[in-house]
């Protein structure tokens, strides 16, 4: 078995859609000091900073400061296998989970593991939405789940709320679980892993209680994605997303906006939604805008939601030809 002193630790950062996991997960990856290998969902997810890039293959993000990013893609163990096999070893392993998945099912590889300790299992909980989804009939099962075996929560966009909503947004925490050690994070600023350790992962020691209870996330949930060439009108895109469905609970992607160099990334989280420069523009993505959005079970057809954002795709004139009379 691998010396306790050998193994690599691994920091799993769990929470739902919109929490904030794209802005600490570039925070570590901009400040670590450590080799680090971070796996993600899919790119899409993180919008890595173009100064951090060496290089990229579409599956893995070589990283100037000698760390790199993979895709999960569809398969966590073959990834994680690419990770442990590597020639020169990683210092640490850092793991987002999908933000309606639950992170203690990745956190359990990492106690199954020899080569792996389970560092801390983070769960990143939007301080203006978090009662509302705590509450919610459609997912808050999903959030609290995701609260059951963390070690820390990063209250974050606490900036969002008055006195009274940040109280409120803790007290849901804390119902949650009452030992929980909360941070509070606000306007993107995150502290460093190293701020947050505090010993021993406790979810370590949870590792008899039962882990499976039955539940399929996955079905409760269903995803859509959006690929078009071309580009979005501003004006008719906000119209588009006002009649999105309430299905709808998250959208993220890049596009294009007409009249506007460049590609973009987009973030809508319920109807509130963003676009902001794309600083890994050089990636291939296939399309001009790849969209992809995460709904209830019970969200409407692809075909419809297509024809929704379709309303806004920016008509090229065509240009038509006269030919003059013929001579007489």
Not at 119 to 142: C, E, F, K, M
Not at 289 to 299: C, M, Q, R, S
């Amino acid at each position: 078995m691998t010396p306790a002193s050998a193994k690599i630790p691994v920091t799993v950062i769990g929470g739902f859609l919109g929490a904030g996991k794209t802005t600490f997960v570039n925070h570590l990856l901009a400040t670590g000091t450590a080799r680090t290998a971070v796996l993600v969902n899919d790119f899409g997810e993180v919008n890595v900073d173009m100064s951090l890039i060496a290089s990229h293959d579409g599956d893995t993000m070589t990283l100037t400061n000698g760390c790199i990013c993979c895709s999960i893609g569809t398969s966590f163990i073959d990834t994680m296998c690419r990770v442990l096999d590597a020639p020169v070893p990683y210092e640490r392993i850092v793991i987002e989970a999908s933000g309606v998945g639950d992170p203690w099912k990745i956190a359990e590889i990492a106690l199954i593991e020899p080569a792996l300790r389970l560092d801390q299992v983070i769960v990143i909980a939007d301080g203006s939405r978090i009662v509302q989804l705590a509450g919610d009939a459609r997912v808050g099962d999903t959030v609290r789940s995701q609260f059951d075996r963390c070690d820390i929560v990063l209250l974050n966009k606490i900036d969002l709320v008055d006195a009274d909503g940040l109280a409120a947004a803790r007290a849901a925490v804390q119902g949650l679980r009452p030992e929980l050690r909360i941070v509070e994070t606000a306007r993107g600023a995150m502290p460093a892993l190293a701020q947050l350790e505090t010993g021993p992962s406790l979810s370590g020691f949870r590792v008899d209680s039962p882990s499976l209870d039955g539940t399929d996330h996955g079905a409760q949930f269903s995803s859509w994605c959006y690929r078009r060439d071309g580009a979005f009108d501003r004006a008719a895109l906000a119209d588009a997303l006002a009649d999105m469905p309430p299905q709808l609970l998250r959208l993220k992607g890049s596009c294009r906006l007409s009249g506007q160099d460049g590609r973009t990334i987009f973030q809508m989280v319920e109807k509130v939604w963003s676009v902001s420069p794309d600083t890994v523009d050089d990636i291939d993505h296939g399309s001009d805008i790849v969209l992809v959005g995460v709904g209830t079970a019970d969200l409407p057809a692809a075909a419809m939601l297509d024809a929704i954002l379709d309303r806004a795709l920016v008509v090229e004139p065509v240009l038509s030809f006269t030919p003059y009379p013929a001579e007489t």
